[in-house]
């Protein structure tokens, strides 16, 4: 199982990313799809979790409303739109799959390698 994260960056505050996650290995339209992330000095976070159709979706309080998760099941990817970013979102963003919609990470069984987010205010 491969989860390979990209699209993080540098952007100003307000401003927008969108991650990508693009999986193999694995019957991705079978298995939930999260994101997690990771600020420099702090434990991981989690940020969302869409199911493995996409009809049910979760997400921290600290992002309701900015950020939306998305899947294309023929594409085999998920995506993390994040918008109105604030130099709080700066982090490491780490993709994972699992089999609920749980928010904590020992639920999720691969993770990807993460990608830098960092927001300048």
């Known amino acids: 199982v491969q989860l390979q994260a990209s699209g993080g960056g540098l952007v100003q505050a307000g401003g927008s990313l969108r991650l990508s996650c693009a999986a193999s290995g694995l019957a991705f339209g079978s298995r939930s799809m999260a994101w997690f992330r990771q600020a420099p000095g702090k434990e991981r976070e989690f940020v969302s979790v869409?199911?493995?159709?996409?009809?049910?979706?979760d997400y921290a309080d600290s992002v309701k409303g900015r950020f939306t998760i998305s899947r294309d099941n023929a594409e085999n990817t998920v995506y993390l739109q994040m918008n109105s970013l604030k130099s709080e979102d700066t982090a490491v963003y780490f993709c994972?799959?699992?089999?609920?919609?749980?928010?904590?990470?020992?639920?999720?069984?691969?993770w990807g390698q993460g990608t830098l987010v960092t927001v300048s205010s």
């Open positions: 869409i199911s493995r159709r996409g009809g049910s979706t």
């Open positions: 994972a799959t699992g089999r609920s919609l749980s928010q904590s990470d020992s639920a999720y069984h691969y």
